[in-house]
């Protein structure tokens, strides 16, 4: 899957109205790292390097962080249909760049969208806490009612306040694109991976004690109250930078990590990795087909990810209901 990942990043890079080929595309790439000299022109190395690239690396970071969050989800709350948005993010992120996009400050989405995000977690666990506890069945049900609130607040803005072009700006951020993504997108998913994703990888062990209950992960020496809201903390962060880049992409987090269960088996220590790196090749093509498959006209990416993540869901389902 790391090979994979390597070449579909090396093949995205060529597809498109210039005629380059993938070991050029590779060459220049090394080129613009030290290695060796490129075979392109300036043109070409440019659209390469400064358009193509730079949205590659970003969909293939969002894939992977929104794939890790989803297994993470699933796993804290032991709910099979938990995704990184479960708690409300998306429509919090939804909320803060449609305003950010109506007043005309397009250069702050990124920033608006994540405190959004974050505004929405904080929002969620008031609820929850309110409520009477922090318990997974009571976040969950804070994070429907919050996601409610927020998509609710979002269609008002845009109704009250949007006219003209913006509509058609909010609706492609709403469905998922990344039309458009330069260097410090791509920048801020893969640091937000780094710094977030990575040490999620480590904790499937953890992960592994929450299969069986709280109390068997109690049993097990496991703070079970500080692992799952630090990790629940981590996870939030993780997606809301991933959506202050991509809009709202769904399906990832919710499909693969059952995809690889059907491989693997239920243990963390290879479903966390390779959700990553499936939910990152897999989001490199669909967007690969979303900027390529109708040129001029581009689609948002959030479409593709749904007419082929339904499908596979569903399949998905039927092997489990079969007891594959």
């Not at 607040?153 to 039309?179: E, H, P």
Request: aromatic fraction near 6%; include cysteine.
């Amino acid at each position: 899957m790391a090979a994979a990942l390597v070449l579909s990043v090396a093949a995205a890079s060529t597809v498109g109205p210039a005629d380059i080929s993938v070991p050029d595309a590779f060459r220049s790439i090394l080129a613009r790292l030290g290695i060796g000299a490129s075979p392109l022109s300036a043109l070409q190395d440019g659209i390469i390097w400064e358009l193509r690239l730079p949205r590659v690396l970003t969909a293939a970071a969002v894939g992977a962080g929104l794939a890790v969050s989803g297994a993470v989800m699933q796993a804290l709350t032991r709910n099979a249909l938990a995704d990184p948005y479960l708690l409300g993010l998306s429509s919090g992120a939804s909320l803060g760049a449609v305003c950010v996009v109506l007043l005309g400050a397009q250069l702050l989405l990124p920033l608006a969208a994540f405190i959004g995000a974050l505004a929405a977690l904080a929002a969620t666990l008031l609820l929850a806490r309110l409520a009477g506890g922090l318990t997974p069945s009571r976040t969950v049900l804070a994070g429907v009612a919050v996601s409610s609130l927020g998509s609710a607040l979002t269609s008002l803005v845009i109704f009250w306040t949007a006219t003209g072009d913006s509509y058609r700006n909010i609706l492609g951020w709403l469905l998922g694109s990344l039309a458009g993504t330069q260097w410090s997108s791509a920048g801020i998913a893969a640091g937000a991976l780094l710094v977030v994703g990575l040490p999620l990888l480590g904790t499937a062990r953890l992960l592994d004690g929450f299969a069986f209950g709280d109390d068997a992960a109690s049993a097990l020496g496991i703070n079970v109250p500080a692992v799952r809201w630090s990790m629940l903390a981590a996870t939030a962060l993780l997606t809301g930078a991933m959506v202050s880049v991509s809009g709202s992409i769904g399906f990832i987090g919710l499909v693969f990590p059952h995809v690889v269960r059907l491989v693997t088996g239920p243990g963390h220590r290879s479903l966390l990795p390779l959700s990553a790196l499936l939910g990152a090749v897999f989001l490199v093509w669909a967007d690969t087909a979303a900027r390529a498959a109708f040129e001029p006209r581009e689609l948002p990416v959030g479409v593709v990810t749904a007419v082929i993540g339904a499908p596979v869901f569903a399949y998905v389902l039927a092997r489990r209901k079969g007891g594959a």
